[in-house]
């Protein structure tokens, strides 16, 4: 039988605090990581796959992303997406875009029917609406508290997101990340997850999602600066953990998701969790929101 290479992880954001109960959102993952498992055994493309998944991770209302997304400072939920294929280098983004159910799939939308690589706020709006995207009809019901978040966090600097990184069996990479960004942000603030290189990186050797405060992985160069290492000879773990020290010296904590051409897994982060799950063609799956 054809021994056939995939591997897969997805991240539900690093804001995940200590001491409360994740055992929902650890079950959906868990759920969800069998679910691109049958399908990357399947030989779906691993670009599917992501776009897929993070659409789930939209759509439950148990992440900051999609659904379960907060208002900003002005009381508007302004949403963050981006997709990108390794093999092709193509990849799409919409930034502060408000009320849409799928940014992720408007996202890929962009990469696949427009020369662009991003677009925001009304403009991005007016193009998911001519795509005929879902729009939510009633945002006050719409939205809801996800798992882990308390309304007093609604007021502090709470932050999540959510992505998954994939390698399918015919050795293509795909990233992909949505956020609702971090709780009470200014109107029109645009964090990393919208952002090629930052937030979303994938290429012919490695896949890469970002959680985090954005403002402290943008200016540590984020998913590219790990790609770049590890093309350079870096081992994954070593490249991850220089981008994450990086965001430490800044002030900064989050996690990263990434897999390479080989099959290769790394979830790390120097937050106090990150709610995340992996299954690989050779390890056992994992699933975990605490301990390294
Ligand atoms: N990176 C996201 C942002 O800054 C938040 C997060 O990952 O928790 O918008």
Same mark, same amino acid.
């Given at each position: 039988?054809?021994?056939?290479?995939?591997?897969?992880?997805?991240?539900?954001?690093?804001?995940?605090?200590?001491? #409360?109960?994740?055992a929902e959102?650890e079950?959906?993952?868990?759920r969800?990581?069998?679910d691109?498992?049958?399908?990357?055994?399947d030989?779906?493309?691993?670009?599917?796959?992501?776009?897929?998944?993070v659409?789930?991770?939209?759509s439950?209302?148990?992440?900051v992303?999609?659904?379960?997304?907060?208002?900003?400072?002005?009381g508007?939920?302004?949403?963050?997406?981006?997709?990108m294929?390794?093999?092709?280098?193509e990849?799409g983004?919409?930034?502060?875009?408000?009320?849409?159910?799928?940014?992720?799939s408007v996202?890929?939308?962009?990469?696949?029917?427009?020369?662009?690589v991003?677009?925001?706020?009304?403009g991005?709006?007016?193009f998911?609406r001519?795509?005929?995207?879902?729009?939510?009809?009633?945002?006050t019901?719409?939205?809801?508290l996800?798992?882990g978040?308390? %309304?007093?966090?609604?007021?502090?600097?709470?932050?999540g997101?959510?992505?998954? =990184?994939?390698?399918?069996?015919?050795?293509?990479?795909?990233?992909?990340?949505?956020?609702?960004?971090?709780?009470?942000?200014?109107?029109?603030?645009?964090?990393?997850?919208?952002? %090629?290189?930052?937030g979303t990186?994938?290429?012919?050797?490695?896949?890469i999602?970002?959680?985090?405060?954005?403002?402290?992985?943008i200016?540590?160069?984020g998913?590219?600066?790990?790609?770049? #290492?590890?093309r350079?000879?870096?081992?994954?773990?070593?490249?991850?953990?220089?981008m994450?020290?990086?965001?430490?010296r800044?002030?900064?904590?989050?996690? %990263? %998701?990434?897999?390479?051409r080989?099959?290769?897994?790394?979830?790390?982060?120097?937050?106090?969790?990150?709610?995340?799950?992996?299954?690989s063609?050779?390890?056992d799956? =994992?699933?975990?929101?605490?301990?390294?």
């Amino acid at each position: 039988m054809l021994n056939k290479t995939w591997a897969m992880a997805l991240h539900g954001g690093a804001g995940a605090v200590a001491g #409360r109960d994740y055992a929902e959102t650890e079950h959906h993952l868990e759920r969800l990581a069998a679910d691109c498992r049958t399908r990357l055994e399947d030989d779906a493309p691993a670009l599917d796959v992501v776009e897929l998944a993070v659409r789930e991770l939209e759509s439950c209302g148990l992440y900051v992303a999609g659904r379960g997304s907060a208002p900003n400072s002005a009381g508007h939920v302004e949403l963050d997406a981006s997709i990108m294929d390794g093999r092709t280098r193509e990849a799409g983004a919409v930034a502060a875009l408000r009320d849409f159910a799928s940014p992720v799939s408007v996202a890929r939308r962009v990469m696949q029917k427009t020369p662009h690589v991003l677009l925001a706020g009304p403009g991005a709006a007016a193009f998911a609406r001519r795509e005929g995207f879902t729009e939510v009809a009633d945002p006050t019901n719409w939205y809801r508290l996800p798992v882990g978040v308390t %309304i007093e966090d609604v007021d502090g600097f709470a932050h999540g997101t959510v992505g998954a =990184v994939a390698l399918d069996t015919s050795g293509a990479l795909a990233a992909a990340t949505s956020t609702g960004g971090t709780f009470g942000k200014l109107e029109g603030r645009v964090g990393d997850t919208p952002l %090629i290189g930052p937030g979303t990186w994938a290429d012919d050797d490695i896949a890469i999602s970002c959680t985090g405060i954005g403002e402290h992985i943008i200016r540590s160069g984020g998913a590219a600066a790990i790609a770049f #290492r590890f093309r350079s000879g870096l081992a994954l773990g070593d490249a991850v953990d220089e981008m994450l020290d990086e965001v430490a010296r800044l002030g900064g904590d989050g996690g %990263i %998701i990434a897999v390479t051409r080989s099959g290769e897994i790394a979830m790390h982060y120097n937050s106090q969790g990150m709610k995340r799950a992996s299954a690989s063609s050779s390890t056992d799956p =994992v699933v975990r929101t605490f301990e390294n």
